[in-house]
């Protein structure tokens, strides 16, 4: 985090946090599973937009977490903050009452033994929340990645269930195998091959795959998003570095890419530039029309 933070708010560490990365709003609004208008009420610092103070903390904590910050100066600056001294001045006076007034502290006003024992169960499931490791983050974003990732591939899979006819995945072989099984069949019985030549039929050569509409090549990792005209996912995952993906979809087709200056794009086969269409933080977004 670069700047000075005494003098910033909790969102604005966050968002500068997040534009640092060259991450878009949404992306990791998405990666932590919640909308992104609460992540944009958080860098806003409108807490009264968010459901409750402990919601806020939750949140700018898990943020932290994902963008590998210390979560420290954020958590100081949001509501309900506890200074560093109180719970040791709260243990110091416990242990200086006397043991008959600590017994009989519910008719004398202080609070009951149940109540002090829902506090500390908050207390403690809020310091669970706070420590838990980065590495449960990691698998939750591996996770997601492995789940998108695999929705892309089922997609455009369809198509190669047609049988490996034409000149594509060794066709020309598999096809001269299959001429040459019957006619060493016939041989074989004395038949004459050329009499019964016309009944051996070579499979129709299938039509070469249309090429991608939309290819990105990915120089270091990125988070893209591409919705067809329809609004479907057509890729929604980082892209990893040295990775190629090659897309076709009903247009226009919307595209989002979260590090615009390590991808080069190809559409209909041709380079296409991403500076114009770059805004803050690296992010470019540009649709591909008919």
């Known amino acids: 985090m670069t700047g000075d933070s005494t003098h910033m708010s909790a969102g604005d560490m966050l968002r500068q946090a997040r534009e640092a990365h060259g991450l878009?709003?949404?992306?990791?609004?998405?990666?932590?599973?919640?909308?992104?208008?609460?992540?944009?009420?958080?860098?806003?610092?409108d807490i009264e937009a968010l459901p409750d103070p402990?919601?806020?903390?939750?949140?700018?904590?898990?943020?932290?977490?994902?963008?590998?910050?210390?979560?420290?100066?954020?958590?100081?600056?949001?509501?309900?903050?506890?200074?560093?001294?109180?719970?040791?001045?709260?243990?110091?006076?416990?242990?200086?009452?006397?043991?008959?007034?600590?017994?009989?502290?519910?008719?004398?006003?202080?609070?009951?033994?149940?109540?002090?024992?829902?506090?500390?169960?908050?207390?403690?499931?809020?310091?669970?929340?706070?420590?838990?490791?980065?590495?449960?983050?990691?698998?939750?974003?591996?996770?997601?990645?492995?789940?998108?990732?695999?929705?892309?591939?089922?997609?455009?899979s369809a198509p190669s269930a047609q049988a490996p006819a034409g000149p594509q995945a060794g066709g020309t072989v598999v096809e001269s195998v299959q001429s040459a099984a019957p006619a060493a069949a016939l041989a074989a019985s004395g038949v004459p091959a050329t009499a019964a030549a016309p009944e051996v039929q070579a499979p129709a050569p299938s039509p070469v795959d249309a090429p991608e509409l939309i290819v990105f090549v990915a120089r270091e990792d990125s988070w893209i998003t591409v919705n067809d005209a329809g609004g479907k996912s057509l890729l929604r995952r980082t892209v990893q570095a040295g990775e190629t993906v090659g897309l076709n979809g009903t247009l226009p087709m919307s595209v989002v890419i979260g590090r615009a200056s390590v991808v080069d794009v190809q559409v209909r086969g041709k380079a296409f530039d991403l500076k114009p269409l770059t805004r803050g933080g690296g992010v470019a977004r540009f649709e591909v029309k008919p």
């Open 54 to 156: 402990v919601f806020a903390r939750a949140l700018a904590a898990s943020v932290c977490r994902a963008l590998r910050i210390d979560s420290a100066p954020v958590l100081a600056k949001l509501p309900g903050a506890q200074p560093a001294g109180l719970a040791e001045a709260d243990r110091t006076m416990s242990k200086a009452l006397p043991s008959q007034v600590r017994a009989g502290s519910s008719s004398s006003g202080l609070p009951s033994r149940p109540l002090l024992m829902v506090v500390g169960l908050l207390l403690v499931g809020a310091a669970v929340l706070f420590w838990l490791p980065q590495s449960v983050f990691d698998r939750v974003g591996e996770a997601i990645s492995q789940i998108t990732g695999r929705a892309d591939s089922s997609e455009p």
């Open 24 to 45: 878009h709003l949404d992306m990791v609004a998405a990666a932590l599973k919640v909308t992104p208008q609460k992540l944009a009420a958080l860098e806003s610092d």
